[in-house]
């Protein structure tokens, strides 16, 4: 029982995350599906971890509406390979995604360190 | 390392995403794969377990789930079609992209196309839309289908029938409204011309008598101010309140609020205005406006002498009744026949003599459904409207046989890509379907732009009906039924001009088109075969229209040069009415005597006369006549009251005996003329000088004897339609009581309009009182004619249309044939054959087709003509001479387009054909 609620727990907090990571990550330079999925895997420590059926349709879906774009480009002795970037509104959700999560976070720290004390 | 692009673009075909995205993604996902393998191989991962870890990537199908509300699936392509998987419509958008876009392409082919369609959509759209307007559209108040109306069945009516036909005496009114259950509200109203004037030229307005309960009736609200009621009307009311109209508020108030209060004068007489109606209420009477309502106890104190209100011999009344809760039209028929029998005993006019009273007695009661109003214009427009619907229903099957022919052209031209099309695996249900939707965009643009022009259309019809004197007021606008009928003819068009032409174009064989060198595969000669049908069925339908139009315009010039016994143009026709003078009516007689004197002395006058019956206005004057010396009794005989020189005035021959002269007098012995008909028809065409005949009198009145001082020639009497009946003239003087106005007619050499200005100074000089109308009696004549002109004037055009589009028709159908054949043609020649030969085989071919033509547009008029028998006048609905001038016309159009054709095929160069093949 204890081993399922933690898988559900934790899928459901990567699903409310996702987004957030794949703004950030993309905030100061363009990247590539394989390097976004690549970064979240290293910098969380194998933690979170993406496969392809469920990375790329949130790519796509943040591309619908509007938050990045993505753009293939060929670069000298590379393949070709599809760069994303975020757009002015993909600017405004990331601000306002990342504030929400810290103010998130801190209440959540804030209830469960109280249980703790 | 496996191929992960095949895996991802099997997983993605179930999306049916375009060709362009589903690359795009399967390239994306197909490198992640791959770095995903070389990360794993360079981890040391063995083969085997790394291609297990890549493929668990793609998550068993979860993909293509987490996908399908992402990435919109592409709109289906054209060409290539699949129908096991194929939804009826998917895919419409494409289609009617493509067509917009094959239309630009050829602007020149779309421009012809919509515009003979929106014309032929637009004159039958128009023609319905008056008939709509006529016929069908029911009247704006509330709960139309609960009104009837009342109508009284009946054979001859002895007395005065006004204002067009109308059903009941004042008596008869008040014995219905007290006797009826049926119906929970019933009013009576009539019509009315009043005058605004005081003295002089009249100025008139259209208005209504209406009983109390006419608008609670009708379920009318006011616009502003209040409507009639029952307390409006009862017995002696005198001069008191009116309703105005809408537009007549608009109008003579400018639409002020302080109209209401406000004084209005009719004949003379002040009435307060109390309210007025809503803009959307017109009235009973379908093309026809009013403008004042009075209530019908104010008759008689506008009409002090002869008042209609007291007279059961006047029928001047219609009513309309609303269906009580419960009751059905068959129920309240019912009602209305088992109390008629009461009713008209209790309304039995007392002057009848016995025969009369029998036949008055025999009359009955019946409601009819007044959901659509009255209409004097529907009785009279209906058939003409139905014959130029079917008319212009021919203009455009006409017009679609040509665009029938325009469009198989342009599949010829088409066939390389249709057949590459479907070479490449597109379903032939697939294509007719896409050629399909370029038929309906055509249509539907055709019918859009037909609508605007119906609008137009119907307006210029309108002002074409209507006259000055008896202007038309029919509010025209595309309702519901109007927008159904024009989308469902714009559908027949395309089945018409469409179906057959997709059907070919799709039914060819690729591959037997593709090795044909840009020559088609039409070529052939049995594909000509729905040409040359096309060829028949233009010719035939021009031929139809083409005899309409010569009938239809023979009617009416017959009509314009009928002998109608008298000569028409020159004459002014003049009305004094002096009732405001208020001369007793012992004198009226000398006054009126001295007022033709002083129109005749009048200048510019060349001679005058006065006449009760103005002839060929409609008015008529019919009276019952013993003949004691032929033994003849209660013979039915039409009247006229007229001075001397009425028939100098109007050159009406006098064949024999005397004119009526001032020697007749009321003390005098009472004189008559009489015409031709009447010598023949009651005295055998013997000389009846000097015999005698009686009218009868009321009940208990000896009957008054006339003796015949002369003969004229025969004339027509109320219509120009009517042939000469029995006539009798008598004099306007021999009477008691010569009534309060003088109604003259004037000859003048010059225009007769121009002698108004003098009469008017005749009349002021007399009295100011006086109040004058004039119009002219030729004008008036050709104003009874309009119907007839309607139909002359249009299908004169539509005739005209019929032979161009013919002339074009066969043209380019001849001319495509030939062009088709010019091979064969060609071979002939350098065979030998002369040129003259290879010009008589497209000849005889031609005159073949157009005599088919011919032989069944023949038939067909033949049967139509007679259908529309009642339209004609003095003209036989098979008509040799007119299916001889119309055969022969059109066979010369036709041989004159197929001229050209022939003699191209004829100058063919047989080298360059034979190069060519």
Same mark, same amino acid.
């Given at each position: 029982m204890k081993y399922i609620g933690a898988r559900l727990f934790e899928r459901e907090l990567k699903k409310g995350s996702a987004e957030l990571l794949i703004l950030s990550l993309i905030e100061r330079r363009p990247r590539h599906g394989y390097e976004i999925s690549k970064l979240i895997e290293q910098r969380s420590e194998g933690l979170l971890k993406f496969n392809v059926a469920s990375f790329y349709p949130l790519l796509y879906r943040l591309e619908k509406r509007g938050f990045i774009t993505g753009r293939w480009v060929e670069k000298e002795g590379q393949r070709r390979r599809r760069y994303y970037q975020l757009t002015a509104q993909g600017k405004k959700v990331l601000k306002d995604q990342r504030s929400c999560w810290a103010d998130f976070v801190l209440a959540i720290n804030r209830i469960t360190e109280d249980e703790h004390a | 390392m496996p191929d992960w692009s095949k895996e991802i673009h099997a997983a993605l075909?179930?999306?049916?995403?375009?060709v362009a995205q589903e690359a795009s993604v399967a390239d994306e996902l197909t490198q992640h794969l791959e770095d995903r393998y070389d990360e794993l191989r360079r981890e040391g991962v063995d083969e085997a377990e790394a291609i297990r870890l890549v493929r668990s990537e793609l998550g068993d199908g979860r993909l293509v789930a987490e996908l399908k509300g992402i990435l919109a699936p592409a709109s289906?392509?054209?060409?290539?079609?699949?129908?096991?998987?194929?939804?009826?419509?998917?895919?419409l958008g494409n289609d009617l992209r493509y067509a917009i876009r094959m239309l630009r392409l050829n602007p020149g082919f779309a421009a012809v196309a919509i515009l003979s369609l929106a014309l032929g959509i637009g004159a039958n759209t128009a023609i319905f839309e008056l008939l709509d307007a006529v016929l069908l559209r029911t009247l704006?108040?509330?709960?139309?289908?609960r009104l009837a109306n009342i109508e009284e069945i009946h054979d001859d009516r002895i007395g005065s029938t006004v204002a067009r036909q109308k059903n009941f005496s004042f008596a008869l009114w008040q014995q219905i409204q007290q006797q009826q259950?049926?119906?929970?509200r019933t009013a009576a109203w009539s019509t009315e011309r009043f005058d605004l004037?005081?003295?002089?030229e009249a100025r008139y307005v259209d208005g209504m008598w209406v009983s109390g309960g006419f608008f609670h009736t009708l379920g009318i609200q006011p616009s502003t101010g209040r409507l009639l009621t029952?307390?409006?009307?009862?017995?002696?009311?005198g001069i008191r309140a009116v309703v105005i109209s809408y537009p007549f508020w608009q109008r003579?108030? !400018?639409?002020? +609020?302080?109209?209401?209060?406000s004084k209005l004068s009719l004949d003379g007489h002040p009435f307060e205005v109390v309210g007025v109606t809503p803009?959307?209420?017109?009235?009973?009477?379908?093309?026809h406006n009013f403008d004042v309502a009075v209530p019908l106890c104010s008759e008689p104190a506008i009409?002090?002498? !002869?008042?209609? +209100?007291?007279?059961?011999?006047?029928?001047?009344l219609d009513v309309i009744a609303r269906l009580d809760d419960g009751w059905t039209l068959q129920k309240a028929n019912a009602q209305l026949s088992s109390i008629a029998p009461g009713i008209f005993a209790a309304t039995l006019?007392?002057?009848?003599d016995a025969a009369a009273r029998k036949n008055y007695l025999r009359f009955s009661l019946k409601a009819e459904s007044a959901a659509t109003g009255v209409s004097e214009l529907r009785a009279h427009y209906a058939d003409p409207l139905r014959a130029l619907l079917a008319i212009s229903a021919l203009v455009l099957l006409l017009a679609c046989t040509n665009l029938a022919n325009l469009m198989l052209a342009r599949a010829g031209a088409r066939q390389r890509e249709i057949a590459l099309r479907l070479a490449l695996g597109a379903s032939q249900r697939r294509l007719l379907r896409q050629l399909l939707t370029e038929n309906i965009l055509l249509a539907m643009v055709g019918a859009t732009v037909g609508l605007t022009l119906a609008q137009i259309l119907g307006r210029v019809l309108i002002a074409f009906i209507g006259n000055a004197e008896d202007p038309i007021f029919l509010p025209l606008y595309p309702d519901l039924r109007v927008l159904l009928f024009t989308i469902g003819i714009a559908l027949l068009t395309c089945l018409f001009f469409g179906v057959a032409p997709a059907l070919r174009a799709v039914r060819v064989d690729p591959g037997t088109v593709m090795k044909m060198n840009g020559r088609g595969?039409?070529?052939?000669?049995?594909?000509f075969l729905l040409r040359r049908g096309l060829i028949v069925s233009q010719v035939a339908l021009s031929l139809v229209l083409l005899v309409a139009a010569l009938l239809f315009i023979q009617t009416f010039r017959n009509l314009l040069t009928v002998?109608?016994?008298?000569?028409?143009?020159g004459v002014l026709v003049a009305d004094f009415d002096f009732?405001?003078?208020?001369?007793r009516p012992s004198n009226r007689a000398e006054y009126k005597r001295k007022l033709l004197a002083d129109v005749k002395s009048?200048?510019?006058?060349?001679s005058a006369a006065e006449t009760t019956i103005v002839p060929l206005n409609g008015d008529g004057w019919n009276e019952f006549i013993d003949i004691p010396d032929r033994g003849l009794s209660r013979q039915l005989v039409y009247f006229s009251a007229v001075s001397s020189g009425y028939f100098q005035t109007l050159q009406i021959?006098?064949?024999?005996g005397r004119d009526l002269n001032d020697?007749?007098?009321?003390?005098?012995p009472h004189v008559a003329i009489v015409n031709e008909q009447f010598a023949h028809a009651?005295?055998?065409?013997?000389?009846?000088?000097g015999k005698t005949f009686e009218i009868r009198q009321d009940r208990g009145k000896p009957n008054r004897i006339y003796r015949i001082v002369g003969i004229v020639g025969n004339t027509r009497y109320r219509d120009i339609h009517d042939v000469p009946t029995p006539l009798i003239f008598v004099s306007p003087?021999?009477?008691?009581d010569a009534g309060t106005d003088s109604t003259f007619v004037v000859r003048s050499?010059?225009?007769?309009?121009?002698l108004i200005p003098s009469l008017k100074n005749t009349a002021a000089r007399n009295s100011p009182q006086i109040v004058l109308t004039f119009s002219v009696l030729r004008t008036s004549v050709l104003q009874g004619l309009t119907r007839e002109r309607l139909m002359a004037t249009l299908s004169g055009v539509y005739g005209t249309l019929a032979a161009i589009l013919a002339m074009v028709g066969v043209y380019g159908i001849m001319s495509y044939m030939v062009i088709r054949r010019s091979n064969e043609m060609g071979l002939r020649i350098a065979l030998g054959a002369q040129r003259m030969s290879v010009l008589g085989i497209i000849l005889r071919e031609a005159t073949g087709l157009v005599a088919g033509g011919l032989i069944a547009g023949t038939a067909i008029a033949i049967a139509s003509a007679r259908s529309a028998r009642a339209l004609?006048?003095?003209?036989?609905?098979?008509?040799p001479m007119t299916l001889v001038v119309a055969t022969t016309a059109l066979l010369i159009i036709a041989m004159a387009a197929s001229l050209l054709p022939a003699i191209r095929a004829a100058s063919v160069n047989p080298i360059q054909v034979l190069r060519e093949e």
């Open positions: - | 075909e179930r999306l049916n995403l375009s289906e392509s054209i060409s290539p079609g699949n129908d096991k998987r194929e939804r009826p419509f998917a895919g704006p108040v509330q709960a139309p289908q259950k049926g119906f929970s004037g005081q003295g002089g029952e307390s409006d009307d009862y017995r002696g009311c003579a108030f !400018g639409g002020r +609020t302080d109209a209401v209060g803009a959307s209420f017109y009235g009973l009477e379908i093309g009409r002090p002498e !002869g008042s209609w +209100t007291a007279d059961t011999t006047t029928w001047w006019p007392a002057g009848y595969i039409m070529a052939g000669r049995q594909h002998n109608a016994g008298f000569r028409q143009d009732s405001p003078l208020h001369i009048t200048p510019g006058v060349l021959h006098m064949l024999a020697g007749d007098t009321a003390t005098s009651y005295f055998e065409d013997k000389n009846p000088i003087y021999q009477t008691d050499e010059e225009d007769p309009a121009s004609l006048y003095g003209i036989n609905p098979v008509d």
